[in-house]
Nanobody, 124 residues
């Protein structure tokens, strides 16, 4: 079992920045690929970004490439999502995810474990 707790969401103006954090506990964090998904009102949950267990490989949805950066600190059991140049279209609940298979997340299928989500609201 892996417990994921997100933090760092909030309200920001368009063009602003936020950094989301996800603290993991339970099974060995470093063996899991980690990712972020988001779900906007009335829409399905969508893949945002993922990072391999070592941190050596990262993947992004086209909509966030060049604006979002995923990183992880295995010593702190934490994964981050740095978001810059935020747009109103980025408004959503952001979920942290963990998966033993990276492609499960990058293919948008899902993940083995999920956090509770943190709200990000970008005002115009």
């Amino acid at each position: 079992q892996v417990l994921l707790v997100e933090s760092g969401g909030g309200l920001v103006q368009a063009g602003g920045s936020l950094r989301l954090s996800c603290a993991a506990s339970g099974r060995t964090f470093s063996v899991y690929a980690m990712g972020w998904f988001r779900q906007a009102p009335g829409k399905e949950r969508e893949f945002v970004a993922a990072i391999s267990w070592s941190g050596g490989n990262t993947y992004y949805a086209d909509s966030v490439k060049g604006r979002f950066t995923i990183s992880r600190d295995n010593a702190k059991n934490t994964v981050y999502l740095q978001m810059i140049s935020l747009k109103p279209g980025d408004t959503a609940v952001y979920y942290c995810a963990a998966s033993q298979r990276l492609t499960t997340m990058t293919d948008g299928v899902g993940a083995d474990y999920w956090g509770q989500g943190t709200q990000v609201t970008v005002s115009s």
